[in-house]
T-cell receptor, first 111, second 115 residues
Framework: GESVGLHLPTLSVQEGDNSIINCAYS??????FIWYKQESGKGPQFIID?????DKRQGQRVTVLLNKTVKHLSLQIAATQPGDSAVYFC??????????FGKGTTLSVSS | KAGVTQTPRYLIKTRGQQVTLSCSPI?????VSWYQQTPGQGLQFLFE???????NKGNFPGRFSGRQFSNSRSEMNVSTLELGDSALYLC??????????????FGPGTRLLVL
């Protein structure tokens, strides 16, 4: 079936390190991918997105990489800060269908 | 620009009761989607409304229903509540909704506890 999953349920890093959160997707027809950050007691917050005609997109301290050959998505966070501690979800989408979310990776940043 | 708002933020109900949750989208957004989030199942799509019409529906029983008003505000209703309906209910808005390929912006959610 169609699903979006994350490789690791938890990731612990030190403040200042770079973090890499991975996601595998199975629907080759998906053409839009999004990373969301969800802090405790809040709704998912948009971080960055990428369309299937791209393989890399950069934001402020974040980079998303898309490898369509192996259906892999990753989120890189540079100079991770304690405020980055949250659950990170990847989601995939194709026009006309609902977002499909992965199960999330909990990022813990220690100072 | 104000974000997506949801009311109430917290609810406690008992089995068999019904509940209505409300969502106000970002100004100018005509699509509202609802999601259920639980620790075991993660984020699951309930339904999407666009211009007062349900356009997409997830795999949930008929006890879950919704509607959208002319001002794009949306409500979802759950009848005959079951313990398993305890969850965080999230709504998300966007301009085009699922017909397009665009970012959905989420509200803070309504935490429902069924006793």
């Amino acid at each position: 079936g169609e699903s979006v999953g994350l490789h690791l349920p938890t990731l612990s890093v030190q403040e200042g390190d770079n973090s890499i959160i991975n996601c595998a997707y199975s629907n080759s027809a998906s053409d839009y991918f999004i990373w969301y950050k969800q802090e405790s007691g809040k709704g998912p917050q948009f971080i960055i997105d990428i369309r299937s005609n791209m393989d890399k997109r950069q934001g402020q301290r974040v980079t998303v990489l898309l490898n369509k050959t192996v259906k892999h998505l990753s989120l890189q966070i540079a100079a991770t800060q304690p405020g980055d501690s949250a659950v990170y979800f990847c989601a995939e989408n194709q026009a006309g269908t609902a977002l499909i979310f992965g199960k999330g990776t909990t990022l813990s940043v220690s100072s | 620009k104000a974000g997506v708002t949801q009311t109430p933020r917290y609810l406690i109900k008992t089995r068999g009761q019904q509940v209505t949750l409300s969502c106000s989208p970002i100004s100018g957004h005509r699509s509202v989607s609802w999601y259920q989030q639980t620790p075991g199942q993660g984020l699951q799509f309930l339904f999407e409304y666009f211009s007062e019409t349900q356009r997409n529906k997830g795999n949930f029983p008929g006890r879950f229903s919704g509607r959208q008003f002319s001002n794009s505000r949306s409500e979802m209703n759950v009848s005959t509540l079951e313990l398993g309906d305890s969850a965080l209910y999230l709504c998300a808005s966007s301009k085009l909704g699922l017909a397009g390929v665009e970012t959905q912006y989420f509200g803070p959610g309504t935490r429902l506890l069924v006793l």
